[in-house]
């Protein structure tokens, strides 16, 4: 059976943090970061890691307001989504707010250094986002119901 992956993006203006989830699409994995000053070239990259990894669908982190407001960031990752869209993948917006946050926090949980910090809160940022797109689809499916009442 041939699975499909989902990759996350956590727009930025240099650099955007990439994650992808493991084949059954139950964990997001930190991939890395793509250049993203470049808009085509970073699209070109894009496509080219998509395919490389057997993807089915892009989720693009959304940057709200902490209000729940929209602003320009939150308007550039739509423009991104329906770039990507335009390029033919299913692509999915999801709010993002805190999700640098919670990636510095778990990488200071694991004791990484500051200087590797910086490095690595892109992609790990775009993994918080991923496991929440993936937390949530596996409940609205109730996934998790069955998983639950298997092993009782």
Same mark, same amino acid.
């Given at each position: 059976m041939d699975y499909k992956r989902i990759m996350a993006l956590d727009?930025?203006?240099?650099?955007?943090?990439v994650a992808i989830s493991d084949p059954l699409n139950i964990i997001a994995n930190p991939w890395g970061y793509l250049e993203s000053s470049d808009r085509q070239r970073?699209?070109?990259k894009v496509s080219e890691l998509a395919r490389e990894n057997s993807v089915s669908m892009i989720v693009v982190?959304?940057?709200?307001?902490?209000?729940?407001t929209k602003g320009t960031k939150a308007e550039e990752s739509e423009a991104l989504a329906e770039e990507l869209k335009e390029l033919g993948f299913d692509v999915t917006l999801?709010?993002?707010?805190?999700?640098?946050? %919670?990636?510095?926090?778990?990488? /200071?949980m694991a004791d990484v250094r500051r200087n590797k910090r910086k490095k690595a809160v892109d992609?790990?940022?775009?993994?918080?986002?991923l496991q929440k797109y993936l937390d949530t689809r596996k409940r %609205?499916?109730?996934?998790?119901? /069955?998983i639950d009442t298997e092993g009782a």
């Amino acid at each position: 059976m041939d699975y499909k992956r989902i990759m996350a993006l956590d727009p930025g203006t240099v650099r955007t943090g990439v994650a992808i989830s493991d084949p059954l699409n139950i964990i997001a994995n930190p991939w890395g970061y793509l250049e993203s000053s470049d808009r085509q070239r970073f699209l070109d990259k894009v496509s080219e890691l998509a395919r490389e990894n057997s993807v089915s669908m892009i989720v693009v982190g959304l940057p709200m307001r902490m209000d729940g407001t929209k602003g320009t960031k939150a308007e550039e990752s739509e423009a991104l989504a329906e770039e990507l869209k335009e390029l033919g993948f299913d692509v999915t917006l999801v709010d993002e707010r805190l999700s640098s946050k %919670e990636a510095e926090g778990l990488l /200071i949980m694991a004791d990484v250094r500051r200087n590797k910090r910086k490095k690595a809160v892109d992609k790990v940022a775009a993994a918080v986002i991923l496991q929440k797109y993936l937390d949530t689809r596996k409940r %609205e499916s109730g996934i998790s119901d /069955i998983i639950d009442t298997e092993g009782a």
